[in-house]
């Protein structure tokens, strides 16, 4: 049963704590990508990356930090340097896109973390 | 500027009707283009791509494409009360699968 799953689905951590969100896909996917969804606003993405071992900044990289050692997992971890880290985070994954053309993303069933 | 803009609603429909919805951009590049359906407290759930202008249909629903106009919309025909949910436009940057995100406009069928 291929898909991407995404552990814990919620997370409660202290302010001053890094946490590290798991994000695991077996559809052979090269391209994997980290969002945040902040309440009644759309996905921003905060690191994405092409293949193993090379990943990219997005939008919002500031305070978050990623690894991919393994084509199948892209493990994010916030970190206390992120000012407002409570948020929906979302993983998702896509075929590595062609020459002007953008294939589909699809999405883990996200991490709701709250920090307090 | 922001790079996708959509209506955030919410947009209310009767059972049964025609439920339009519309997304703009930015970027003249664009050349992908994707609706995903949201439901409350859920994962984005890919409901269309398109690529080129005119219509793409997938049983009840259709995408139209404008590159002209920078315009996309999503067409749900007989909407149902399971179609309530945010539906997110996302387009992505020439070359890349860089995708940038409408806040989302939410549907309510109402029965």
């Known amino acids: 049963d291929g898909g991407i799953t995404q552990s814990p689905k919620y997370l409660f951590r202290k302010e001053g704590q890094n946490v590290t969100l798991s994000c695991e896909q077996n559809l052979n996917h090269d391209a994997m990508y980290w969002y945040r969804q902040d309440p009644g606003q759309g996905l921003r993405l905060i690191y994405y990356?092409?293949?193993?071992?090379?990943?990219q900044k997005g939008d919002i990289a500031e305070g978050y930090s990623v690894s991919r050692e393994k084509k199948e997992s892209f493990p994010l971890t916030v970190t206390s340097a992120q000012k407002n880290p409570t948020a929906f985070y979302l993983c998702?994954?896509?075929?590595?896109?062609?020459?002007?053309?953008?294939?589909?993303?699809?999405f883990g069933p996200g991490t709701r973390l709250t920090v307090t | 500027q922001k790079e996708v803009e959509q209506n955030s609603g919410p947009l209310s429909v009767p059972e049964g009707a025609i439920a339009s919805l519309n997304c703009t951009y930015s970027?003249?590049?664009?050349?992908?283009f994707f609706w995903y359906r949201q439901y409350s407290g859920k994962s984005p759930e890919l409901i269309m791509s398109i690529y080129s202008n005119g219509d793409k249909e997938d049983g009840r629903f259709t995408a139209q494409l404008n590159k002209a106009s920078q315009y996309v919309s999503l067409l749900i025909r007989d909407s149902q009360p399971s179609d309530s949910a945010t539906y997110l436009c996302?387009?992505?940057?020439?070359?890349?699968?860089?995708?940038?995100f409408g806040s989302g406009t939410k549907l309510n069928v109402k029965p």
């Open positions: 990356s092409q293949i193993v071992n090379d990943f």
């Open positions: 970027d003249r590049g664009s050349q992908s």
């Open positions: 998702a994954s896509s075929i590595t896109p062609l020459t002007g053309v953008s294939y589909e993303q699809y």
């Open positions: 996302a387009v992505a940057a020439y070359n890349f699968n860089k995708f940038y």
